[in-house]
């Protein structure tokens, strides 16, 4: 089964700084990969997604992941943070063949300080 | 956005009370998920269903019981609430397990 592991519980960055969140998946073909962000009080919503081709995908907000198959891991970037991604980011994979659940990370949860 | 909602949004019950919360999608999806979500754990899945009448168990299944007698609906049922199942719930569904899931904004519930 496939897992993935989110080794950051709790981030914290300036306003304006760069921002990297660490996604690490166990699976033994090529995953779809998914990032999820939770805003205080609210569900998650879909960042980006990878299924195949170009390794770098882009997503909303500014966001953009790289699929690295060599480090097994799909991490999360944004070039200049703003106050307004301070949320809870949730990194996800699912199967190919797409007969068995998403399976998300535990999150990590991203502070902005002025 | 695809339609998911839960109802109700909050509820507060007492130790020892059945509850059932409920998730309905007008997507014709065929996953659902519960999750409660708990600080320091995450999203954890509780059951979800890949179909009418399938169901199968996530990690943190016990207490927990999970109906889906039509493909929009999906019920969860705390047989007999704990103070441990103080959580917020989510539901999410996906086309495929392999597709965006999406998710319902959360029911509150509090067991005192």
């Known amino acids: 089964a496939q897992s993935v592991t989110q080794p950051d519980i709790h981030i914290t960055v300036s306003e304006g700084a760069s921002l990297e969140l660490r996604c690490n998946y166990s699976?033994?073909?090529?995953?779809?990969l998914f990032w999820y962000v939770q805003s205080p009080g609210q569900g998650l919503q879909l960042l980006l997604k990878y299924f195949s081709g170009d390794t770098l995908v882009q997503g909303i907000k500014g966001f953009e992941a790289e699929f690295k198959r060599s480090q097994s891991s799909f991490n999360l970037r944004k070039p200049s943070v703003h106050w307004s991604d301070a949320a809870e980011y949730f990194c996800?994979?699912?199967?190919?063949?797409?007969?068995?659940?998403?399976?998300f990370g535990k999150g990590t949860r991203l502070s902005v300080i002025a | 956005d695809a339609g998911i909602t839960q109802s109700p949004r909050h509820k507060v019950t007492e130790t020892g009370t059945p509850v059932t919360l409920r998730c309905h999608q007008t997507?014709?999806?065929?996953?659902m998920y519960w999750y409660r979500q708990d600080p320091g754990h995450g999203l954890r899945l509780i059951h979800y269903s890949y179909g009418v009448k399938d169901t199968d168990k996530g990690e943190v299944s016990d207490g927990y019981s999970v109906s889906r007698s039509k493909t929009e609906d999906f019920l969860l049922t705390l047989e007999s609430a704990t103070s441990s199942q103080t959580s917020v719930y989510f539901c999410?569904?996906?086309?495929?397990?392999?597709?965006?899931?999406?998710f319902g904004q959360g029911t509150r519930l509090t067991v005192v």
């Open positions: 999410a569904s996906n086309k495929d397990g392999n597709t965006e899931a999406f």
């Open positions: 997507e014709n999806h065929r996953y």
């Open positions: 996800a994979v699912a199967t190919n063949s797409g007969n068995t659940p998403l399976v």
């Open positions: 699976y033994g073909a090529t995953p779809y």
